[in-house]
């Protein structure tokens, strides 16, 4: 085992605990644990959103994704940074505006409904647990592929470091860690890829994509996992182990799904239109409907200071995704046994050691990549975790602005065990998967809502309420078909595998239809919301 | 103000004020009384700030639902799009893969500045009506 990954994963979490305990010398009122007394500078704020959007399924699983199907996924990457845009565009500062901390504050501040409220509490807490269980899920496989030791223990762990974390320094503490975060993940690709260009160059710059398919680079050995057939032929059993020398072809394995031909360099390969356009709508309008996303924009001090800090994010967050993409396309040339084990995602983690190989400096690497990957789940989660927290705190425990921060610990306690038993008993669905179709929940339920919320006079409680139930309970549907229904072919399998292209439409469109029926309903202040809303502070009405 | 028929008993109210105290007092802003009173003026002044941000966030989304949203279609209706290199890299992989950030970064900046200079339109007009 590489020796420099446990000492690079103790510090991380101690200087994550660290960072945690220096910000709790200053958090001493509820509202530093909410939203750090709002006194957070915009770049500070930025590289914590950012620290905080960047996830497992970013920094392991687009590279996984590049390598096993190619050009087609890049959607995935430009998707999560425009998503961004759209929050920028739509979004930002009205929302900060609004003086709401969470999206059931919105519905409270625009709507004056406690029903729609509700509603919304159900769904974050659901989109919050879709995203909390794959971050704890891809912290127990990183475990396992690096240390070899049991899965639930790397989940546990993830688990308690971020409960603790967030339970104890609240939101103000948070925003430093998530800060340190993105640079600690933007280091841990941008160093090692230098190294593994520059290898590249010098190993002749060996083809991507050879006419004949993917080679083995160095002699390697494969361990069948699971009974397959090699290139249709050969059958294999699982603890058969298979030696390459280099040069040989990848063989095709038929239980592992991926994209060897040429269409790999090439769009429109395996992925439909339909599918392509669907996962471009979920990611582009998702984004704004998570809520460890939104949580974070009330703690600028007003709605132009919450535009730029959008715009800085997308510009960090732009930045970040121009590294995995890499990963992917060397893993082409120097991991091409993941295409057997369909172990893909583990490409980020395995690439340093196999191209630079096992000297200290293929380890250093390999430790620090590490290293980032265990950055990525501890910030995502923390903020997931601090969202459903306040959720929880506001309208589960009832505690509202009133309430003790032990009020606070304890709601986190409560958000965090769900989903940590969930992902111990749940270990083998799809991450990257369960994380595009979190997306799209969020992409039609709170999405429409803050945009016909905050640009649209008509909507009313009666009509959100609709909408979110249509469009969201059929985008939840899907995703609970996908996980746990029975396999589907052809159309139907399009429509409930990537649901936003039908989901988003629908709830925007119930919404609208819906309001108008209701049109008495429009709450009579609508005029003074919409002041407080859209006019600069600067006015100081 | 003008109350005649309430006002028949009485004589019509005087306002005595010192001249020059009457040229400096002028009524402060009245645009922001508007405002916070909710009054057709005010809330037309708002629906035109709405109007405006609105109008500009869509062109400026039209832009990216054009410049990367048409992708997909182009790469499947001329799939020798995506056979051209460029510095010896496909371009699909050149657009997607790198150019779509800073082009996002860039609609960004824009809209962020016209945004701004919307607001400060409205601000203007609040704090200097008719000038």
Redesign the interface.
Known sequence: MNPYVVPGLVVVVLVTVGIGAYGLRFARTTSDFLVASRSVSPSWNAAAISGEYLSAASFLGVAGLVLRYGVDVLWYPVGFAAGYLALLLFVAAPLRRSGAFTLPDFCQVRLRSPLLRRLATVFVIFIGCLYLVPQMQGAGLTFTTVTGARYEWGALLVGVVVTANVALGGMRAITFVQAFQYWLKLTALAVPVIFLVLQWQSDGRPAVTPPAGPVFSTATTVVVEQDAVLDGTVRVHAGDRLTFEPGDRVPDVSTVDDNRAASWLLPGGDASLFATYSLILATFLGTMGLPHVLVRFYTNPDGASARRTTLVVLALVGLFYLLPTLYGVLGRIYTPQLLMTGRTDAVVLLLPEAALGGGHLGQFLGALVTAGALAAFLSTSSGLLTSVAGVVFTDILHADRGGSVRDFRLATVLAAVVPMVLSIYVANMDVSRVVGLAFAVAASSFCPLLVLGIWWRGLTDIGAAAGIVIGGGAAMGAVLLTVMGPPLTGWPAQLVAQPAAWTVPLAFAVMVVGSLVTKRRVPADIGATMLRLHAPESLRL | MGDETGAAGRPPRTRVVLGEAAARRRPPDPA?AE??E?TPV??AL??G??RA??AL?VR??LV?VTG??SL??L??AA?AV??IKVLGI?L??LL???L???F??G???A??RW??RN?QD??AV?RRPEA
Do not use: D, H, M
């Open positions: 922001r405002l916070a909710g005010g809330e708002v629906k700030l709405v941000q609105l966030a400026l989304s990216v990367l949203g997909p279609l790469f499947a799939p995506g056979r496909n699909p992989w997607l893969g790198f779509s950030f800073p996002l970064v609609v960004g900046w809209y962020v945004a701004e607001e409205f601000t609040i």
